[in-house]
């Protein structure tokens, strides 16, 4: 067998190493005294259901009662362009995940294992959820590796990875806008799908990835209970700016929701998703996003105004003030 | 936040069908072969009550220190995710290395749990390194070193210190009499037979790309890692050269725990298995051109 592989010369993956290699460099990473028991027992615990409840996309979902010619090719169709989109929603996870675990492993040192044990199984959870929309991708027709539209890319590719790398970002900054807020939204989104999926199969699959998600999000207000009372004012402040910023320039900018992307970049993909959720094949339509949307921001507000931390209302052209 | 100035990824097309069949297949098993180190383990035959306090000692000593060794696969090994995924190699590199992390931070807590139950687990060496060094085979700098070639880094971590260290472990597991201990030895092994042969079949499908610069990456890779790890005592104190920090009590802890059946080795295995391992793997790395010099060890001689 005989792979090419692409060469470190390529500039734009230099510039990249590079700048996550200026970032590793400026954390001291104290490794001893290297402590294991449990700090947050709670943290340890959904690190314990994580090991509990492993699943595998290719056994645990049963593909083999799953017949993709009952639907039209215009179905078929939708559903593949509904899937590949999620595809490329889940990918960032495997390396924002990844960060977060090295972050932790740099800045606490000796402690706060219950978290890098977690997020050590976290990266693989991911790679299941991306291994999921692949093979429904395939099953419809075909996986799309390229959104092919400038906007939707954009749109959807954001440097969290090193945002978690970066010292100057407090980690529990970034958890708030990722877990609490970001992850949130998505376990939202994930459970509308699973409620308004009609096929068996697909329900399986989204019912999988829920309950992994779930999780994921326990783990963020989790991790948020056990750090927020001890911040200082500089630190609840960046907790705040980080969310809000995460609200309106990521998750208003079409991050998770395809009628929240640019207008021209938003076809053919939206108009999958209508289809895809009308055939019950694991999407939600616009209107249902919306209030999934809304509702997630009004919880995570809820959520933060319980440790006195206001997070501002936001402008959007299309939603007004939300 | 996300307006200033990080360095955007260059995502797409984002590929995700396999195209590697043999490490593909790697990931396919490790989905089916996941265990958990509470539940998996018969900790009820342990019976550390049967043992003295000289071998308890040590098997403590042995599990933590090995616990520390797992630790790095979970603070350093998993920037090297980060690089497939940065520098947008092939899907099934990142999916099979996203496992390999889950697998090694199991392994930490599974080595945590036996010294804890072995009666005390030990955070830190004796005398413990200072802030900075960190007592690590360094690979994170290495994967975020775009200078450093993966290649290089294939050979070194991925394929000669992780070969040595199940060569050791194929090699004393029967010496493992405790069931418990055995069977986590056991465990362990199976994940890490995995992890190798990622490495292998890496460099093995890249070989006929290599050019005579990747080729020295690896001569000195190997090398650096052999002579600045391995004989460093990074694995196991009883090889280090020079003195270092160790005492002898931490020096003679893995003896004492394997030849309690508590797991560990001792230094006749080194002596047996360490310059089988050098030969083996001159001679895995010779088709592609790379030449693994002789090495000069004051107890395994010319190895």
Redesign the interface.
Known sequence: ??????R?T?S??????????EQ?KRF??????????PEVPALRELY?QA??F?W????DIPWDRFDPTAYDKSAREAARRTWSRR??SV?PG??ES??L??RF??ESG?LGMDA??FL??R??E???H??VC?LFA?VFGG?E???GDAGL?RAS???F???AL?PE?PVEAWIA?LGALDDQLDLNLTLSHLQHAKDEVVRTALRLIAGDRQRHVTFAWTLLGSRVPTLDAHTRAAVV??VR??LE??ILGGYRNTWLVPDKSREPWLAAEQETARLGLGASTASQERGVLRATIAQVRERLAVWKLELPVVTHAELGRI | ????A????????????P????VWEL??RA??L?W?P?TDIPWEDLHPERYSAEQLLAAQMYWSRR??GE?GA???S??L???F??????PDL??F???R??E???H??AS?LMA?RLGR?F???QN??T??A???HGV??MA????T???GIFASLVCAAEEILIDVFKATVHKATNPAVRRLMELILRDEVRHIAFGW?CL??????FTPDTVRNIEAAVTTMIENVEFRGYRNLWLAIEGGSATPAEIDADRISCEAGLGGNTPEDEMMVFPEFLRKIRKRMAPWGVNIPMFDHPRLGKV
């Open positions: 067998m005989s792979v090419t592989i692409p470190v390529d734009h993956a230099a510039r990249l190493l590079r700048a996550y290699q590793e001291v990473e104290r490794r001893f005294p290297l402590q294991f028991a314990s090991k509990g492993r595998n996309p290719e056994t595809a490329w990918y495997l390396i990844t960060a675990l090295i492993c740099l000796s890098k044990l050590s199984f990266p693989a991911e790679a299941k991306l291994e692949r395939d996986y590796p390229d959104p890319v590719n954001h440097p990875a090193q945002a970066d970002m806008a700016d980080t910023d995460m320039h990521v | 936040m996300m307006r200033q990080y360095v955007s990824e260059q995502r797409y097309p984002l590929p995700l069908a195209a590697m069949p043999d990931w396919r989905k089916t996941e958990d509470q616990t520390w630790y979970i603070s350093e998993p920037a995710l980060l690089r995924c940065l520098e947008r190699r092939l990142q999916f290395f996203t496992m992390t889950m090694e931070g199991r930490a807590e945590w804890e687990y955070p830190q060496p413990p390194p802030a900075g960190v007592g690590t994170r700098r975020f070193d775009p200078d070639s993966l290649e079949q093995d499908a890249w070989a006929p790309s």
